[in-house]
């Protein structure tokens, strides 16, 4: 059957996953992450990002992002992030009750933050009647399925740190942004000046969990202990800690996305010849925007799901996977074609 374009979380799980899931199942380990596994996807995230980053794993995307942003916050601060971030429209307020930080979301054009958009929002400090920005969340790739350059990235966090604060990078699809630029995974965080990364292991053919990377550990809270009360330590840690070895070994997650971007290159290039297509992003990592008939929208989505994004605009999003095939393309290729010709 056709694989649908509706997330990449639709997909299935990496063979290589699976197969460390099963080998580090037998015998007993000890739990809570002081278990050889947990030690060693650590050393695996340090010898990508460097040393002096202090690794958590986490159940999921959300409790990545909650966790990385209680970690620099007070309730009586503010968080500015764009106004299509998943932390704004898709967790539910879940920073807002477990930070309790006010989110502050500035509308843009691609899904990008610049410090034009940051400034809007930059004032009230001191003012005691008004929350105080204290961190800047970005997502990367964006959710637009658009990519910061490492300048870009730079530009932020120094204008962040140089204002007293902190940058959160959504990672969700980290991977799918260092195969499109085509740089070292540090020269977009670390590097770039991020304190603190949620790095995604679900939507690149992990079965679940993901990991926060904080590179700067000495200005954090104590945060193993903000973890177990979010309720993000899992006992059996060894489940998520070998997902993440067998994904960073031999560069896995790279070549995943690398995969998935690939595919979301054929789509975007094959859909764009139907007449009626016309993309509303550039395609940079592993999802299309596009604008499409809007009484073919139904149609579609029942022979082949994708989600819907903007109605009034008849936009929609298709997602690729590392798993897409070309001839999953070239299949919903024809049905656009026979759908919409
Ligand atoms: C940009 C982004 N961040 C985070 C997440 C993670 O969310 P979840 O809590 O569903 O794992 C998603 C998933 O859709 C996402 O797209």
């Known amino acids: 059957m056709i694989r649908g374009f509706g997330s990449d979380n639709f997909s299935g799980v990496l063979p290589e996953v699976f197969k460390a899931l099963e080998e580090v199942s037998y015998g007993h380990q000890p739990s809570y992450e002081e278990d050889i596994y947990t030690e060693k996807a650590i050393r695996d995230f340090k010898s990508v990002f460097g040393e002096n980053c202090e690794v958590f794993f986490v159940y999921n ?23 299509t971030a998943h932390i704004y429209t898709d967790e539910c307020g879940a920073i807002e009750k477990q930070t309790g930080c006010k989110l502050l979301p500035v509308p843009t054009f ?20 008004h ?37 959160h990078m959504d990672g969700a699809r980290l991977a799918n942004a260092v195969v499109s630029l085509g740089c070292d995974p540090k ?72 995969h998935a971007n690939r595919m979301a290159q054929m789509l975007s ?48 999003r298709w997602v690729c996977s590392f798993d897409t095939t070309e001839s999953d393309i070239i299949e919903f290729v024809n049905i656009l074609r026979e759908e919409i010709c």
């Open 61 to 83: 995307g959300t409790g990545a992002n909650v966790l990385s942003l209680s970690a620099y916050t007070q309730s009586y601060h503010a968080i500015i992030c764009t106004e």
């Open 110 to 129: 691609d899904g990008k933050l610049s410090i034009g958009l940051i400034e809007n929002h930059m004032n009230g400090f001191g003012d005691q009647h």
């Open 131 to 167: 929350s105080q920005p204290k961190m800047i969340s970005l997502t990367q790739c964006t959710e637009l399925g658009t990519v910061y350059t490492p300048e870009e990235l730079k530009e932020i966090c120094d204008y962040a740190h140089a204002h007293g604060l902190f940058v």
């Open 187 to 258: 020269a977009i965080t670390v590097g770039a000046g991020i304190d603190v990364l949620s790095f995604g292991g679900s939507k690149n053919g992990m079965m679940f969990g993901e990991a926060v990377l904080f590179f700067n550990p000495d200005l954090i809270k104590e945060i193993k202990y903000v973890r177990k009360q979010q309720m993000q330590l899992h006992s059996k840690s060894r489940f998520i800690a070998a997902q993440f070895s067998a994904l960073l070994k031999d560069d896995l997650w790279l070549r995943a996305a690398a």
């Open 269 to 316: 290039g094959e859909a764009l010849k139907i007449p009626g297509v016309s993309l509303t992003q550039e395609v940079q990592g592993n999802e299309v925007f596009a604008i499409i008939p809007r009484e073919k929208i139904d149609i579609l989505q029942k022979k082949c799901f994708f989600y819907t994004w903007d109605e009034n605009a008849s936009e929609v």
